[in-house]
Nanobody
């Protein structure tokens, strides 16, 4: 069992940066691949970024490629999402998720989910 708690969201202006964190409970965090998803009002939850267990492999959605960076610190049981050059279309609730050996874009393959953190970008 893995419990995930996101933090770091907030209200920012277009062009600003934010770093989201996702703290995981449990001693097996290092064995899970992790992902970030987001859900805007009235839209489906979409994949943002994924990272394998070691941090050596990463996967990004085209919409955020070059602006967002996913990373992890297994010693701290935490995964991060650094978001730069934020735009109003990035406004959403951001969720982290854990999966066994999968860091792709299918949310069905992620087993554990956090409660989400709101990111609002004003123009």
């Amino acid at each position: 069992q893995v419990q995930l708690v996101e933090s770091g969201g907030g209200l920012v202006q277009a062009g600003d940066s934010l770093r989201l964190s996702c703290a995981a409970s449990g001693r097996t965090f290092g064995s899970y691949a992790m992902g970030w998803f987001r859900q805007a009002p009235g839209k489906e939850r979409e994949f943002v970024a994924g990272i394998n267990w070691s941090g050596g492999f990463r996967n990004y959605a085209d919409a955020i490629k070059g602006r967002f960076t996913i990373s992890r610190d297994n010693a701290k049981n935490t995964v991060y999402l650094q978001m730069n050059s934020l735009a109003p279309e990035d406004t959403a609730v951001y969720y982290c998720a854990a999966a066994s050996a999968y860091y792709g874009d299918s949310r069905l393959k992620y087993t554990y989910w956090g409660q989400g953190t709101q990111v609002t970008v004003s123009s």
